[in-house]
């Protein structure tokens, strides 16, 4: 059976494009988990669409993901088909829009960072983006969940988005049709797989893009424990909360479970502070929940995806 499903994997995506037991902690921000029955990295729209009809009408359970900063898998790790949408997957173009608003429009495909997408910005003099350079994810995940850091929402800049739907069509979605609001969108519900997003930008003077861009990212270096691998905060903020503050509040900065730890420079950060298991990690997230709901009676809701099967 194995067999047969790598033989169809490998005619449609290319033998070297295709890989078995692979450990996921290669594929996430937290640096662990446990393996992927199949690992696929498809280069194309056609190939993404080839493969999930594959997967599909074979009965193949399998999942999407790009930067895997949002993500945690658990020990026992994936059974069936991992498609990581990352650098085979990662163009960035841009050109002037038709409208007359002034805007340059920059398509970037989901597997795109974030990172390389604000520094194609830069490069072009293009402001609007500088607030998701410093987001640890791509364009896939960051759209999905409508990623947003220091007053900025992906759905501010977003003019549309190329989805592929359950069905097999190919539609181009704008942020109304996605329904972006806090850390979501209607894709979470429908299962649609972003392909590639289109950024309304403006000319800006490149001079205060950068300057912006290095001012925030060094909040990050002083803010943040970016020394450790993590997802990037936590848990949601509460409405009427933040986060990192009830759990500061609590006593919980610096509390271990095995190699994993809240973070003694931010509270909102769960870290692998080196050999953490995804079950440390898993367990200091429920760990952080229930103390913080006994003290304050706010449950977090984690901002972190768990899955895979537990060992």
Known sequence: MKEDIRGALDSL??????????????????????PADFLCTPGSEEQIRALTAFLKSAGI??????????????????????????????GITAEEAEDAQG?????????AKLSAVG???????????????????????????????????IKDILRCARVLMPDGQVRTCTPEDLQLSYRHSVLDENGGLVLSATFHLTHGDPEQITRRMRELAEKRRARQPL????????????????????????GLKGL??????????????????????????EALIGEVRKRVFDQTGVLLEPEVKIVGERV
């Open 227 to 250: 020394e450790f691998p993590s997802a990037g905060s936590t848990f949601k903020r509460p409405e009427g909360y933040f986060a990192g503050k009830l759990i500061m509040d609590a």
């Open 61 to 90: 359970p399998y999942l999407v993901v790009g930067n895997g900063s949002n993500l945690l898998v658990r020990d026992g790790g994936i059974r069936g088909v991992v498609l990581q949408l990352g650098s085979r997957f990662a």
């Open 13 to 34: 995506l290319g033998a070297e494009n295709v890989r078995e037991h692979e450990s996921m902690s290669r594929f996430t921000t937290f640096r662990a988990g446990g």
């Open 256 to 281: 271990t479970i095995g190699g994993a730890q809240v973070s003694e420079k931010h509270a909102g950060f769960v870290i692998n502070r080196g050999g953490a298991t995804a079950a440390d990690i």
């Open 119 to 153: 520094r194609e910005a830069q490069k072009r003099g293009l402001t609007g983006f500088e607030f998701a350079c410093g987001i640890p994810g791509s364009v896939g995940g960051a759209v999905r969940m409508n990623a947003g850091a220091y007053g900025g929402e």
């Open 103 to 111: 805007d340059v429009l920059l398509r970037a495909q989901a597997g």
